[in-house]
């Protein structure tokens, strides 16, 4: 179970928070070798954290948190996510950006792979995230408590910061990098999309299509945090692409670009 207020203490007692984090980033399949160039001071695995739900151990994921310098910027890097897949309750999903946020945080970047949907998002493709449609059917703002720090009914439009994703844009370009902007549609999953459900998604305005990002993107607004978003395209959405070890590969092959491309971000 999140147990917002013991997990934060605890962390606190083990050096995060301090100094204040600048940035906190959540490190999708792909991202997380940026970890790597840490100037770390301190880090624990989310399952030694009491009052943070237990990672399901997908392939793929770390599921650890660290804080250090990065670029001459002081981050947190969460190295792993809880997925609404995994049996997660929606408000599990608040765990991450409800923790950098209470740790200092105020801006947060949520990377993750996606599959393409519009012409031209393949393989290796990078998105920024304009904004996104959320067809997971659940939030993790729903319940009878509300998540505390958190206004009711947060307004979603222009929830994602053109200035923070323009920074991203500009990190790109000083990498060689194009970045393409859109809109990100989130499913519950775990199974792929149907032929008819990517004839949808394309019909509903979505560019390209994944099973994270979302739930956490409407727990930082609520908390006021600003946020923006990177997903690594891993595959055409509805093709012969579509599974988990395709993505953990394309992730893999594409890790070097995407650590270059998030320090160079993080040195703004
Ligand atoms: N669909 C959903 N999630 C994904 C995909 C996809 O095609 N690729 C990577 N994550």
Redesign the pocket.
């Known amino acids: 179970m999140f147990d917002p207020q013991q997990s934060s203490r605890f962390l606190r007692g083990l050096g995060f928070g301090s100094p204040l984090p600048e940035w906190a980033v959540v490190l999708g399949?792909g991202f997380a070798a940026i970890e790597d160039e840490l100037q770390l001071r301190a880090r624990v695995a989310y399952s030694d954290v009491p009052g943070l739900p237990t990672p399901a151990g997908t392939a793929g994921h770390r599921c650890r948190l660290s804080q250090g310098t990065l670029a001459g910027t002081e981050v947190l890097l969460f190295c792993g996510r809880y997925h609404a897949y995994e049996g997660f309750a929606p408000r599990e999903l608040a765990a991450l950006p409800w923790t950098a946020h209470a740790l200092g945080a105020r801006k947060l970047l949520l990377t993750?792979?996606?599959?393409g949907l519009r012409g031209g998002l393949v393989a290796g493709s990078l998105l920024a995230l304009e904004d996104h449609l959320n067809l997971t059917g659940i939030n993790p703002l729903a319940g009878r408590e509300r998540l505390e720090g958190a206004v009711p009914f947060p307004a979603m439009a222009g929830a994602y910061d053109t200035e923070l994703r323009a920074r991203l844009l500009a990190a790109g370009k000083r990498c060689g990098e194009a970045i393409e902007s859109g809109v990100y549609a989130a499913?519950a999953?775990p199974s792929?999309?149907t032929a008819a459900e990517v004839r949808m998604l394309r019909a509903l305005g979505a560019d390209a299509?994944?099973?994270s990002t979302v739930p956490e993107a409407l727990t930082a607004r609520a908390l006021g945090m600003r946020i923006c978003a990177l997903s690594l395209i891993?595959?055409v959405?509805?093709g012969a692409a579509?599974s988990h070890e395709h993505?953990l590969r394309a992730g893999a092959d594409n890790a070097p670009r995407l650590a270059r491309l998030l320090r160079e971000f993080l040195a703004g």
């Open positions: 399949t993750n792979a996606a599959g499913l999953g792929f999309e299509v994944g099973m891993t595959n959405a509805g579509d993505t």
